[in-house]
């Protein structure tokens, strides 16, 4: 094993080096960085001797570039999304917010509103369909919607 000396000499020396090869080879800051730590580690462990610096280099690059391609072969194998993309997403659509607020409606209303607003049916087919009158149905809709409109309010304005 090498002391502190040797590797804090080859970590200022060939460091960002490595780092360029690993950010070129996965375009991913936080794998590239993983990259270098387990290429260094392999320095440590494995203590090699070398016969000129360009021979150290070309065995820190070597093994940099095995890193970077055992890294990029598990996440072909496990699909994941960089965190930034992660980060970058909305945590919900309106769409998913407004039919979290209906299905916490009464059902008289979230019934009425699903078959107008969602399926697209008219206040007379609503109508035979419940078995209410068509004034009935409106006046459903007409409540329904307050009550949606004051749920969101409550919910995502204040």
């Known amino acids: 094993m090498l002391n502190a000396d040797n590797v804090r000499e080859a970590v200022e020396n060939y460091g960002d080096t490595l780092y360029r090869v690993c950010i070129v080879m996965l375009k991913n800051k936080a794998d590239a960085e993983d990259a270098l730590q387990e290429t260094f580690l392999s320095y440590m462990l494995k203590a090699p001797a070398f016969n000129s610096s360009d021979h150290e280099k ?10 970077c391609r055992d890294i990029l072969r598990a996440n ?16 919900e659509n309106e769409d998913d917010r407004m039919i979290g607020l209906l299905t916490d409606l009464p059902e008289k209303f979230r019934i009425v509103l699903t078959l107008h607003y969602v399926e697209g049916y008219k ?10 009158s068509s004034s009935a149905v409106k006046m459903r809709l007409q409540k329904g919607r307050k009550l949606l409109e004051n749920a969101y309010r409550k919910e995502y304005l204040l």
């Open 58 to 67: 070309a065995w820190l690059i070597t093994v940099a570039s095995n890193k």
């Open 76 to 91: 072909k194998r496990h699909r994941t999304e960089s965190e930034e993309k992660l980060l970058s997403l909305p945590d």
């Open 123 to 132: 206040v007379d087919e609503i109508a035979k369909m419940i078995g209410r």
